[in-house]
């Protein structure tokens, strides 16, 4: 396996996307209330609109998209390593709906939103891996 290291200018705005995502990320789910207490209306909307893009409800399908980015990372800085991928992708969900159930009694502690985390997190992360192959189909060999 050909490892090839990008040079520090093509990482720095992958970098700072990467931490102003995870930053943005902690704050929504450590957020001391639900920063979507007065979504309902929206969510309504989106069901009448669009019902078929929200097969399991918004907010399920809503923490899958959330999460699709953190795969995207995961994959990034884990190549090779898909146990370990979803590993991470389990146990951080996982460990964020435990502090939101002990340490914020505003928030709700739920399975499903570990369970839709965790897929957001796999997709991100297949989707990267068949972005990179595709890449190298297409790219000439040097």
Not at 96 to 109: D, K, M, N
């Amino acid at each position: 396996m050909r490892i090839t290291v990008r040079p520090a200018r093509a990482r720095g705005p992958a970098t700072v996307l990467a931490t102003g995502y995870v930053v943005v990320l902690a704050l929504l789910l450590l957020w001391p209330d639900h920063v979507d207490a007065d979504a309902g209306p929206v969510y309504a909307a989106l069901l009448q609109i669009a019902p078929a893009a929200f097969p399991f409800g918004v907010e399920p399908t809503l923490n899958v998209v959330l999460f699709v980015p953190f795969g995207v990372i995961l994959a990034s800085v884990l190549p090779g390593r898909p146990f370990v991928i979803l590993g991470v992708a389990w146990v951080v969900p996982l460990l964020v709906e435990i502090a939101q159930g002990v340490f914020l009694p505003g928030r709700t502690s739920s399975v499903v939103d570990v369970a839709a985390n965790t897929v957001g997190g796999v997709i991100g992360a297949v989707g990267l891996s068949v972005a990179r192959r595709l890449h190298r189909r297409r790219t000439p060999h040097r």
